[in-house]
């Protein structure tokens, strides 16, 4: 069983199908009862409480991954605010000093932030960006495009160069069908 990305593990498989036997193990013994509608709810009831407790584990396994990445992401903010230092530290020694001050100010930035995602929890997060959603929607948008756009540059960045599909005409093609046109890749 699969939760969005979120897989499970072999003991919860065990566990699910062991609750599903138990489940038609109750339909077959609610159905040879005189009264169906008291075995219906009886039914009812614990399938209730089955899905309640899968419910519950696929939230604390989603909970638990979402904390390991908001820990990777301090971590990769911190490397960065790093990394931007160092960079700041050359042009500094060599006497170029307009550079120095803002590549300071940026990792500075980067460490508060990285210092900022450690401190809250997952709780608090949340209810915090659903606050400034509500209460500055034009910064909260612009904020949430600009992440996106930087997203998709980080990853096309990432992509290797011969990756990308691309269309290659012969030279010697003299019409425009589709069977002369090789895709390459």
Same mark, same amino acid.
């Given at each position: 069983?699969? !939760?969005?990305?979120v897989?499970t593990?072999r003991g919860?498989d065990?566990? !699910?199908?062991e609750?599903?036997?138990? @489940?038609?193990q109750?339909?077959?013994?609610s159905?040879?009862e005189?009264?169906t509608g008291h075995?219906?709810?009886q039914?009812t009831r614990?399938a209730?409480?089955?899905?309640s407790?899968i419910a519950?584990? #696929?939230?604390?396994?989603?909970?638990?991954?979402? %904390?390991n990445?908001k820990d990777? $992401?301090? %971590? /990769?903010l911190?490397?960065?605010? #790093?990394? !931007?230092?160092?960079a700041?530290e050359?042009?500094?020694?060599l006497?170029q000093?307009?550079? $120095?001050p803002l590549? #300071?100010q940026a %990792?500075?930035?980067m460490?508060? $932030?990285?210092?900022y &995602?450690r401190r809250?929890d @997952? /709780?608090t &997060?949340?209810?915090e960006?659903?606050?400034? #959603?509500?209460?500055?929607t034009p910064l909260?948008?612009?904020?949430? &495009? %600009?992440?996106?756009? @930087?997203g998709?540059?980080f @990853?096309k960045?990432?992509m290797p $160069?011969?990756?990308?599909r691309?269309?290659t005409?012969s030279?010697?093609?003299l019409?425009s069908?589709?069977?002369?046109?090789? !895709?390459g890749?």
């Open positions: 069983m699969e !939760i969005q990305g897989g593990t919860q065990r566990e !699910i199908e609750s599903q036997s138990y @489940l038609k109750d339909v077959e013994s159905a040879d005189e009264g075995g219906v709810e039914l614990k209730q409480q089955e899905v407790k519950d584990e #696929a939230r604390r396994q989603v909970t638990t991954q979402l %904390a990445q990777q $992401a301090a %971590a /990769t911190s490397g960065v605010g #790093a990394a !931007i230092r160092e700041g050359d042009p500094q020694r006497g000093t307009p550079v $120095a590549t #300071a %990792a500075e930035q460490e508060k $932030a990285s210092a &995602l809250r @997952l /709780t &997060l949340r209810l960006i659903e606050q400034l #959603a509500r209460t500055r909260f948008v612009f904020g949430a &495009l %600009a992440t996106g756009w @930087l998709a540059r @990853l960045s990432r $160069a011969d990756s990308g691309s269309v005409y030279p010697t093609m019409d069908s589709p069977a002369n046109v090789e !895709i890749s």
